[in-house]
């Protein structure tokens, strides 16, 4: 890509962004808590990679250790950062993947 910079990030920063928690609320109001696991970029648009956060005592689904890719659909000054679900596995098993390639090195992936 032309548009690509090099960007240098230390250990701790990353770190940091890793360890960001994300607090969306659904249609019905409901707030749930994710940890930031990556912003992918995919045919010009954003994807986030994000963990569903359970607290101590929460019954965790069979499918624990999921993730939820979800699109970067707004960014604004009075909302923030607007994310979207989307219907096209194409672009959702994409992303995994590319996520999936990206942190090989720190996540045991079961396909």
Not at 25 to 53: H, N, Q, R
Not at 85 to 109: A, G, H, M
Request: glycine fraction near 4%.
């Amino acid at each position: 890509m032309d548009n690509e910079k090099d960007l240098q990030v230390t250990d701790e920063e990353l770190q940091e962004v890793n360890n960001a928690v994300i607090l969306l609320t659904d249609e019905d109001g409901k707030d749930t808590a994710f940890e930031f696991l990556d912003l992918i970029e995919f045919e010009g648009e954003e994807y986030v990679v994000l963990s569903p956060m359970y607290e101590d005592g929460e019954e965790v689904d069979e499918e624990e250790g999921h993730v939820v890719i979800l699109k970067l659909t707004e960014e604004n000054e009075e909302e923030g950062e607007v994310y979207s679900s989307f219907d096209n596995p194409r672009i959702e098993e994409e992303v995994y993947n590319i996520f999936k390639e990206k942190w090989q090195d720190k996540y045991n992936f079961v396909d």
